[in-house]
Each structure stands twice: as structure tokens, then as C-alpha cells.
């Protein structure tokens, strides 16, 4: 799956990194918390959350995260953005909520790390 298989999935539009679009994600991470994230996440996921500031990218950088969703209708500000397109991570908005989105997701084949490194 890619960026842009997620976007569509997702309804999702492109807040930035609409030229990384076609990097491939192969695992899901659903969570606010950044501590969860740096705990769990696997190498090319995708992060989708609900909290809006800069230690998120912050965070997709220093996991190797391919991409960030931001559910629940977020949007980052400039600052977030620049800091995304810094470090060539696309940013993704949609209005669905995580619970949703994550499903949505799930429901077309993307998985979870674990569930990844199980079926692979």
C-alpha cells in the first residue's frame, strides 16, 4: 500500500509532501500518545492521531514514519508543516475519527507491526 492508497481510503486531503505520496507504508499505528508510538511503531507506517503539534513529526522522524493522519478534522499549523516537508514526511488530514480510520484501514489490509511481522 502507499501514501496515496491511504489518502483515498481515508478520503483524506494532502496538508503537504503531495511528491512522497507514492512512498509504500506497510504497517498502521493508531494513538495521541508519542510515547506509545515510539514504544510500538515498526519501520514504513503510518501515524494516525488526534494530536496536533510539533513532537509528532518530531516523533515520524525519529521512527521512520512514512506518513502522518491527522484525524478528527485536525489541522497543523505552518510550523508543523515546514518541519513535515524538512524531513520529506507527507501530512495527511481527515475527518474521520481514529477509531474509524484505523478500521477503514485495517478492513484493506493494513496491519498493526505485530500483525505485520506475523503474516510476513
Known amino acids: 500500500m502507499t501514501v496515496r492508497d491511504v489518502m483515498g481510503i481515508l478520503g483524506a ?7 512522497w505520496l507514492d512512498k509504500e ?3 498502521a ?22 494530536l496536533c ?8 522522524e525519529m521512527m521512520d514514519i512514512v506518513c502522518v493522519v491527522f484525524v478528527r478534522s485536525k489541522k497543523p499549523d505552518e510550523n508543523m508543516l ?3 516537508k524538512e524531513r520529506e514526511i507527507p501530512v495527511l488530514c481527515t475527518g474521520h ?7 477503514m484501514l485495517y478492513e484493506k489490509g493494513l496491519r498493526g507491526g505485530a500483525d505485520y511481522e506475523r503474516y510476513h
Do not use: W, Y
Not at 13 to 19: P, T
Not at 29 to 42: E, H, P, T, W, Y
Open 97 to 103: 475519527r481514529m477509531f474509524s480510520a484505523c478500521g
Open 25 to 27: 507504508v506497510h504497517t
Open 53 to 60: 503539534n510539533p513532537q509528532v513529526i518530531r516523533t515520524a
Open 82 to 84: 515546514e518541519l513535515a
Open 13 to 19: 486531503r494532502v496538508a503537504c509532501g503531495e511528491e
Open 29 to 50: 499505528c493508531g494513538s495521541d500518545m508519542m510515547s506509545d508510538v515510539l514504544a510500538f511503531v515498526k519501520d514504513q507506517a503510518v501515524l494516525l492521531t488526534g
